[in-house]
Nanobody, 124 residues
């Protein structure tokens, strides 16, 4: 059974950078598409970024395009989310997940596993 564990969330100031990690276990990391979503209090879970199983394709939500970078390390079975130029509106709990396929990476309901989330707070 796949298990995901996010880490790295903390309080930062607007304009700062932060790198989140998502550790993967219980499956074959090289065979899965991974994604990051976020959810602010009272809001819906929003797609942030996705990366395919071969590390050839990445995609980003419009609000983070150009500021965030998703990557993966097969030696550590870990997916990362490098977040730059953080804004107060980036504050949320960030979740990583395993998508059923690259084609469905932006569809929250098509994820097979989720981590518990890591909280990012951005002060203005």
């Amino acid at each position: 059974q796949v298990q995901l564990t996010e880490s790295g969330g903390r309080l930062v100031q607007a304009g700062d950078s932060l790198k989140l990690s998502c550790s993967f276990s219980g499956g074959t990391f090289s065979e899965v598409t991974m994604g990051w979503f976020r959810q602010a209090p009272g809001g819906n879970r929003q797609f942030v970024a996705g990366i395919d199983e071969t590390d050839s394709l990445t995609i980003y939500g419009a609000s983070v395009e150009g500021r965030f970078i998703i990557s993966r390390d097969y030696t550590k079975n870990t997916v990362y989310l490098q977040m730059n130029s953080l804004k107060p509106e980036d504050a949320a709990t960030y979740y990583c997940g395993v998508a059923k396929s690259w084609r469905l990476v932006k569809v929250q309901s098509k994820y097979e596993a989720w981590g518990q989330g890591t909280q990012v707070t951005v002060s203005s």
